[in-house]
């Protein structure tokens, strides 16, 4: 109610429709009261011609069934092993074969078996796909001589294959002109033909049935197994060669069409369930032609409108989605329709606006943003640089004084590192002090850890003056050395590897704890986050900042993997686009 409210083609759309259909409506009332009778009587009539072209095209799938099952008589040699009462081994190769080649003739076959009179030999062939593995058909008997009585009873049945209702075709093999019998071939026959046969021509609602023999046996229904009244088929058996009858089916009233033949021996009866509603509907598509052409025209108008609405309103949609994305702090916006009209125009120029904003955020306030956060982290912990640079002065001097150089090294490195680290004016630097840095770190760390650590340590000269972040190296070891080293065995390598051929390639590998594949898939979706993101735990400079800064810096040039086998190898590799690595070392 409230779109209706809202919305003014709602109103033109309602009010277009009752001042056109009810004045239709009203008008074919009568027309449709006083010929609703001749229509049923049409619709029956056209039904049993329908019926009556179904039951020849019956007749004649039935006669090619009969052909296939006396094909075996055209076949001499076939016909020499059937009179053969020895079982041998070139007999079942070839009976075998012919009753194979006879199941693949036809694909609504479900069955093919031969039954040999001499031996009670049993040929078959079936589908295992099609109808399982266990197929278990009972037993014919065999007239021991041409039976014209076993013919009428046991030639057509309908059967079951694995629960699938089938024709089952029993032709007795005699051999002429003794007349002793030779064997059955029984062909198992699927609805598949007769299912389109029957149904050709069939409105929707109706319901078709064939039933063999006197005894009206169900072959096939349309209707998936609901059951005729006993009334009903009282008059059906009581009726003549053709006709109709009201009656109740599946809970709907309507009237029931019958034609009844033979084939040969075989009587068949073909009956059409035609509901009342089927009826009215064929009157109702009779007596208003002129009404669906109106119809149709409204119909049309609504569906353009329709049609034009959407088309308008959608890029808006889309666009106010796209609003509400960036309002939230995604830049990730949907791609434009495509359309060169002024709606499109405009999401083309909002996307561009966008994607312009999103570059500068990732290049000035983004990148200050991480930064400022990166510099007040270190900044909590900076204690004075030039008190501490003096005081480890002094405390190296005093070293030497008294001849401990080791001691005195390892001041001085340490002093680089802090140098080193608490530089806030520096945000690049070329890879050589990146290295250097690096390896001060180590050698404190190798200082430490004794001989439960070692490192090598690989990078080629041209790369030594590549511009990088300051920075990167330092997390990415130290993660290595506190959570895998550290909190695994104690003891492990580690290896810092740089490659400079078609890409900068940084490589950091050790054989420590690694990590689990769930923390591996958080770094990966927090990295995937687009938002200004600083960690979950509150931590200092770690991997996820180091991602992102290399991110902000390079763009989509730059790229990661991380793999990890715990205590055998945890490897993080950064990959830089070789033409941006030189063209932001060039700035």
């Known amino acids: 109610m409230n779109w209706f409210k809202r919305s003014?083609?709602?109103?033109?759309?309602?009010?277009?429709?009752?001042?056109?259909?009810?004045?239709?409506?009203?008008?074919?009332?009568?027309?449709?009261?006083?010929?609703?009778?001749?229509?049923?009587?049409?619709?029956?009539?056209?039904?049993?011609?329908?019926?009556?072209?179904?039951?020849?095209?019956?007749?004649?799938?039935?006669?090619?069934?009969?052909?296939?099952?006396?094909s075996f008589y055209y076949d001499q040699t076939l016909m020499q092993y059937l009179r053969t009462k020895e079982a041998s081994a070139a007999r079942t190769l070839y009976i075998t074969t012919q009753v194979d080649n006879l199941y693949n003739t036809r694909s609504e076959f479900r069955a093919a078996r031969f039954m040999s009179a001499w031996n009670g030999q049993t040929f078959m062939k079936y589908n295992n796909n099609q109808v399982g593995t266990n197929v278990h058909m009972p037993p014919m008997p065999i007239p021991a001589r041409e039976d014209p009585e076993w013919s009428k009873s046991h030639r057509y049945e309908v059967a079951y294959v694995d629960k699938e209702i089938v024709l089952g075709l029993h032709q007795l093999l005699v051999d002429y002109p003794r007349r002793d019998s030779l064997g059955v071939l029984s062909l198992y026959v699927g609805m598949d033909e007769i299912n389109t046969m029957l149904?050709?021509?069939?409105?929707?609602?109706?319901?078709?049935?064939?039933?063999?023999?006197?005894?009206?046996?169900?072959?096939?229904?349309?209707?998936?197994?609901?059951?005729?009244?006993?009334?009903?088929?009282?008059?059906?058996?009581?009726?003549?060669?053709?006709?109709?009858?009201k009656g109740d089916f599946n809970g709907r009233s309507g009237v029931f069409v019958y034609r009844k033949d033979h084939y040969m021996e075989l009587p068949l009866t073909l009956v059409k369930f035609v509901p009342t509603a089927a009826m009215n509907e064929s009157a109702n598509r009779t007596l208003g032609r002129s009404l669906m052409i109106q119809i149709a025209a409204i119909a049309f108008v609504l569906v353009t409108a329709l049609l034009l609405s959407y088309f308008t309103i959608s890029p808006v949609k889309r666009l106010l989605r796209s609003i509400a994305r960036v309002e939230s702090g995604s830049f990730r916006i949907e791609r434009p329709s495509g359309r060169v009209d002024e709606l499109g125009i405009l999401e083309q120029r909002f996307q561009t606006m966008i994607h312009n904003l999103d570059d500068l955020m990732n290049r000035e306030y983004r990148n200050r943003l991480e930064l400022s956060h990166a510099q007040l982290k270190m900044l909590q912990a900076q204690i004075n640089p030039h008190f501490l640079y003096n005081t480890l002065q002094s405390i190296g001097t005093l070293a030497l004084r008294h001849g401990s150089e080791e001691v005195s090294d390892k001041i001085g490195e340490l002093g680089a590192i802090l140098r080193y680290s608490m530089d806030l004016r520096t945000e690049t630097v070329p890879l050589k002090l990146e290295i250097e840095h690096i390896e001060h770190y180590l050698s404190l760390q190798t200082g430490r850890f004794k001989n439960r650590l070692s490192y090598t340590l690989t990078c080629p000269n041209e790369a030594l003056s590549i511009e990088v972040p300051k920075m990167i190296l330092q997390p990415l070891v130290e993660n290595s050395i506190v959570h895998g080293m550290e909190k695994g065995r104690g003891t492990g390598t580690l290896h810092i590897g740089v490659e400079w051929n078609e890409a900068l390639v940084i490589r950091v590998i050790d054989n420590g704890?690694?990590?689990?594949?769930?923390?591996?898939?958080?770094?990966?979706?927090?990295?995937?986050?687009?938002?200004?993101?600083?960690?979950?735990?509150?931590?200092?400079?770690?991997l996820l900042n180091v991602l992102k800064r290399l991110r902000l810096y390079y763009g989509d040039r730059f790229a990661w993997t991380m793999e990890s086998v715990p205590y055998e190898a945890t490897e993080i590799v950064l990959t830089v686009d070789r033409v941006a690595a030189e063209k932001e070392g060039s700035h």
Request: charged share 25%; proline share 1%.
């Open 8 to 70: 003014l083609l709602a109103k033109l759309l309602v009010g277009m429709l009752i001042s056109t259909v009810i004045p239709y409506t009203l008008s074919n009332i009568i027309a449709y009261k006083t010929t609703s009778d001749s229509v049923k009587k049409q619709v029956i009539e056209l039904n049993l011609d329908q019926m009556s072209l179904s039951m020849e095209n019956m007749k004649r799938y039935m006669q090619d069934l009969n052909r296939l099952s006396v």
């Open 513 to 542: 704890k690694g990590m689990s594949q769930d923390v591996m898939d958080g770094i990966r979706e927090q990295y995937e986050e687009d938002r200004l993101h600083y960690g979950k735990d509150g931590g200092g400079i770690g």
């Open 199 to 245: 149904r050709t021509g069939l409105s929707e609602g109706n319901d078709v049935f064939l039933y063999i023999q006197d005894s009206l046996n169900l072959l096939y229904d349309s209707a998936g197994g609901a059951a005729m009244e006993p009334d009903a088929a009282r008059k059906l058996v009581e009726g003549g060669a053709q006709g109709s009858f």
